[in-house]
């Protein structure tokens, strides 16, 4: 397996990213770096959730294939709304392969948790294979996002930067838990509505673009969310604006590595880290194991060093 295809029958998929000679594209998840092969494909395999984010956020329609009893099935992966690992039972003499995608352990309030099954062979996402990088407790850090804003509104409005697709829904809903219904940006309620439509209630007002202009909010402070990562300049005009105190939050893994310019940060991640991967991989039990992503190599040596046959895709 030298590229990053999986040949079944007579299917070439691509798993994630446009491949020459593929004739099935698997789409894991929504988020744009998955979405590559969407555009020109003949058939995309993905879950319908996933469909239709891509047609409502990316104006792309997708031919899409149903997994069938060939063989092919989608196992969900706990990292978004509709995000799918690709299983395949009868891969090659009788060997099972699983492709992971962008996958999580931890329970989210927002999407499914991961369906764990045992694979012959397994292609895992190494994006958090770092071992300095151990993620909190999920319910924890959640109770900590309420606990901070409950406290500051009072005090100020509260500018929350978040990923459009996936983050900032789980966001819309950790805001209503607190009793608190946030406004969003245009673009984020455009993909709020897929969700709503697949049977997520969620409580949050629209504004009418992307500076959170909206009716009827300048009268009370209030929990605004939006997908511009430049949020303290969002926080100045509004601050400009309302003449209110704003404070400002980003909530991503990556806040568990870098320091952003935000006042403060939440390591809500979507993502397993290193532990997490140890652990999906003591329960998939793979004989055979390919990494790819940022940090396939280190993540490779180590499985290897563990005593796994695992090697490094060429992607
Ligand atoms: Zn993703």
């Not at 924890?140 to 005090?155: A, C, D, G, Y």
């Not at 940090?295 to 005593?307: P, R, V, Y």
Request: proline content about 3%; glycine content about 6%.
């Amino acid at each position: 397996m030298g590229v990053f295809t999986i040949s079944f029958n007579e299917y070439n998929i691509s798993l994630d990213r446009r491949e020459q000679g593929s004739n099935l594209d698997f789409i894991s998840h929504a988020h744009t770096d998955h979405i590559t092969a969407a555009k020109k494909s003949q058939k995309v395999l993905s879950s319908v959730e996933t469909a239709e984010l891509i047609e409502s956020a990316y104006g792309i329609s997708v031919n899409r294939f149903e997994p069938n009893e060939k063989g092919i099935k989608l196992l969900d992966s706990g990292h978004m709304f509709g995000s799918k690992q690709l299983y395949i039972e009868d891969y090659e003499n009788g060997k099972s392969i699983i492709y992971t995608g962008d996958f999580q352990m931890q329970e989210s309030d927002i999407s499914k948790p991961i369906e764990i099954k045992q694979a012959d062979i397994a292609i895992i996402d190494s994006t958090y294979s770092n071992p300095k990088v151990r993620f909190p407790n999920r319910q924890e850090i959640i109770e900590n996002i309420i606990l901070w804003v409950t406290n500051k509104i009072s005090n100020g409005i509260i500018l929350f930067s978040a990923y459009r697709m996936g983050k900032a829904q789980e966001l819309i809903k950790i805001m209503n838990k607190a009793g608190i219904k946030p406004v969003v940006t245009k673009k984020i309620s455009e993909v709020n509505k897929v969700y709503e439509k697949n049977g997520i209630s969620l409580a949050y007002s629209s504004a009418y673009n992307s500076d959170l202009e909206s009716d009827g909010i300048n009268d009370h402070n209030f929990v605004g969310i939006t997908e511009d990562r430049n949020v303290r300049m969002l926080a100045e005009k509004l601050g400009g604006v309302y003449k209110r105190r704003v404070y400002t939050a980003v909530a991503t893994g990556f806040a568990e590595i870098f320091r952003f310019n935000t006042d403060v940060q939440f390591p809500l991640s979507d993502h397993a880290d290193f532990y997490q991967i140890l652990e999906y991989i003591s329960k998939v039990q793979p004989k055979k194991i390919y990494t790819y992503g940022k940090s396939k190599e280190f993540l490779a040596k180590s499985l290897a060093e563990s005593g796994y046959d695992a090697l490094p895709s060429i992607y």
